[in-house]
């Protein structure tokens, strides 16, 4: 194709997360944004969306990009075809692994949800309102009540989502986290917003889902340039061509990669691509250090 800028030659795939980074404040793709995209898959770039929501929740920003590749939703434990619908499960947890993380959940009274393949759940009476409209702030609008009971199991279980804000309730966190490792070994606990903590499989992960999809496509990590702002995205940041952080990521995210961007609400993917990808020189493509 003629004309095709250097760095899309180069960084043919983008993957992204989406809350916090690809998505404004508002939950929206800002007309800049969806310009910018769609000249990058214009010029024969593919866009992977990685997020930890489930598939209706990013169908929207899907069908305004007009995807065609698998897309990593549930954090890596189901891959979904835009273009069909058709889902791939990776991982489910084990019932005993959920009867663990529930019991230690609800002794700590700390709120939580199940993730299932295209459904969220909760114990009917032990979820205030406030934090389903939490949910549906990140449209997560897929919340239906079960009934209020411990001795049912709950099934096809993708992961548990349980609200823990990283800054009043640290302690909490930490607490959780040394709980969690020490009863379920196989299971892993990571921050996936300021107010999330998760639990799921320790197969289960971004970087799995991306490496399954670039296997398929026959395309190397290397050349993929991925965004992102909290725990959930550093191991693809660290592993991709370049890795770049929102101005608006945490300290940890920062860290661990060469490159910071604007925030999600100054177009900070839609700028590295067009400042760098599109109009950067060969030398300010060079691949990230280490």
Same mark, same amino acid.
């Given at each position: ?15 992204? /997360?989406?809350?916090?980074?690809? %998505?404004?404040?508002?939950? =929206? ?15 024969? $770039? ?8 489930? !598939?209706?929740?990013?169908? $929207? ?40 993380? =529930?019991?230690?959940? *609800? ?7 199940? !993730? ?32 209020? @009971? ?5 099934? @096809? ?13 640290? =302690?909490?966190?930490? +607490? ?19 107010? !999330?903590? =998760?639990?799921?499989?320790? @197969? ?5 889902? %991306?490496?399954?999809?670039?296997? +398929?496509?026959?395309?190397?990590? +290397? ?8 725990? *959930? ?31 999600? /609400? ?25």
């Amino acid at each position: 194709m003629p004309n095709v800028p250097l760095g899309v030659k180069r960084f043919p795939v983008m993957v992204t /997360d989406v809350d916090g980074t690809l %998505l404004n404040s508002k939950g =929206e793709l800002s007309p800049f944004t969806r310009k910018t995209l769609g000249q990058y898959i214009d010029w024969g $770039g593919r866009i992977i969306l990685a997020t930890g929501k489930l !598939y209706a929740s990013i169908e $929207g920003a899907c069908q305004e990009l007009s995807l065609k590749d698998w897309q990593i939703t549930g954090n890596g434990a189901v891959l979904v075809d835009p273009t069909t619908g058709k889902k791939q499960v990776s991982s489910c947890l084990g019932a005993l692994e959920v009867k663990h993380i =529930e019991t230690i959940l *609800n002794e700590r009274q700390v709120p939580f949800v199940y !993730y299932q393949p295209e459904t969220i759940l909760y114990r009917k009476g032990l979820l205030s309102p406030k934090y389903v409209k939490i949910l549906h702030k990140f449209g997560e609008d897929y919340v239906k009540p079960i009934k209020a @009971d411990f001795s049912e199991n709950v099934t @096809d279980v993708i992961k548990i989502l349980s609200f823990v804000a990283n800054v009043a309730e640290l =302690e909490i966190e930490k +607490e959780l986290r040394k709980m969690i490792s020490q009863a379920c070994p196989g299971i892993r606990v990571i921050r996936t917003t300021s107010r !999330y903590l =998760e639990y799921m499989n320790r @197969d289960v992960s971004k970087i799995h889902g %991306l490496e399954r999809i670039l296997g +398929e496509l026959g395309v190397g990590i +290397e050349l993929v340039v991925a965004f992102g702002d909290e725990e *959930n995205d550093i191991e693809i940041l660290k592993s991709a061509g370049i890795g770049v952080a929102m101005e608006n990521a945490s300290l940890r995210v920062k860290r661990a990669v060469s490159y910071v961007t604007n925030s999600n /609400d100054e177009d900070g993917v839609a700028r590295f691509l067009s400042n760098f990808i599109f109009h950067g020189s060969p030398d300010s493509l060079s691949l990230k250090e280490g």
